[in-house]
């Protein structure tokens, strides 16, 4: 019932930036932690951020600290990834999910997955 979608995601060259956004159909879903995971051809998904119900919490994987900026809009009901000086390796499809807590999410456990958008890098 609940529904995530993502958007955003398109062709940049390197080192440009790009804005994703992840928008609940269900207002209900601002309730939960979200985050974000990727995850390229071939290869298995990876994390990449998450953050907390209030924003307080957030993570990031080691890859993109100091790249990518996760915050969270709750009365939109949208999350957003915002990725900086982006590189070939960060090409893949990024997938929003929510989940009962930030630990539940960082792990993969989350309740709802949107469909993915494509990020392409090229160099």
């Known amino acids: 019932q609940v529904q995530l979608v993502e958007s955003g995601g398109g062709l940049v060259q390197a080192g440009a930036s790009m804005r994703l956004s992840c928008t609940n159909t269900?207002?209900?879903?601002?309730?939960?932690?979200m985050g974000w995971f990727r995850q390229a051809p071939g290869k298995e998904r990876e994390f990449v951020a998450a953050?907390?119900?209030?924003?307080?919490?957030?993570d990031y994987a080691d890859s993109v600290k100091g790249r990518f900026n996760i915050s969270r809009d709750n009365a939109k009901n949208t999350m957003y990834l915002q990725m900086n000086s982006l590189k070939p390796e960060d090409t893949a499809t990024y997938y929003c999910?929510?989940?009962?807590?930030?630990?539940?999410?960082?792990?993969?456990?989350?309740?709802?997955w949107g469909q993915g958008t494509q990020v392409i890098v090229s160099s």
């Open positions: 999910a929510a989940g009962r807590g930030i630990g539940a999410v960082e792990a993969g456990t989350g309740d709802w």
């Open positions: 269900e207002r209900t879903a601002s309730r939960y932690a």
């Open positions: 953050i907390s119900l209030s924003g307080v919490i957030i």
